[in-house]
């Protein structure tokens, strides 16, 4: 049974600083957590999630740019070009925590969809914040998911 719940609070460009989703990150006391993309921005996911070996990772904090634009911005501040703001981006990142992640590990999701990393990469949604900010502001999705299975890929694709 996946556990929903829904508050309200100010908009806030550090994700982790907005009441609810520190309470819902401190939730989980285990381990360290692995943040590939940090405020301010400073490196490459990729590059980062790639310094760790498989399994390695307890709890990860996947909280991206949330779209094509605010991922473009991230990487023209940094004074990189990024050619390639495509959903496939998103899959990377997302095949990139799967691998680093041990099974039983959390990761928390952040964005504007519940999709998380999904059951095709070993994940099961445990619980769902809706963040409202009201106005004409986007909510603020989290989604905690558990490693269930780090070689599930290997059942569901034969």
């Not at 550090?14 to 401190?26: A, D, E, M, S, Y």
């Not at 998103?90 to 680093?100: F, G, Q, S």
Request: hydrophobic share 35%; charged share 25%; net charge positive.
């Amino acid at each position: 049974m996946i556990y929903i719940t829904r508050e309200w609070a100010m908009p806030n460009k550090r994700t982790f600083g907005i009441k609810p989703i520190n309470k819902l990150i401190g939730a989980y006391t285990f381990g360290e957590w692995v943040d590939p993309f940090p405020y301010p921005f400073v490196k490459d996911a990729i590059e980062y999630l790639k310094e760790f070996v498989d399994g390695s990772v307890s709890r990860i904090l996947f909280d991206p740019p949330y779209s094509p634009r605010q991922l473009k911005e991230c990487y023209d501040e940094k004074g990189e070009s990024l050619h390639n703001t495509t959903s496939r981006v998103w899959a990377k990142w997302k095949d990139e925590i799967a691998r680093v992640v041990c099974p039983g590990g959390i990761c928390i999701s952040f964005g504007w969809s519940s999709n998380g990393l999904g059951i095709k990469r070993g994940f099961e949604i445990e619980r769902i914040l809706l963040i409202a900010h009201g106005g004409n502001h986007n909510d603020t999705l989290c989604v905690v998911e558990r490693k269930v299975n780090h070689n599930l890929d290997k059942f569901v694709n034969g």
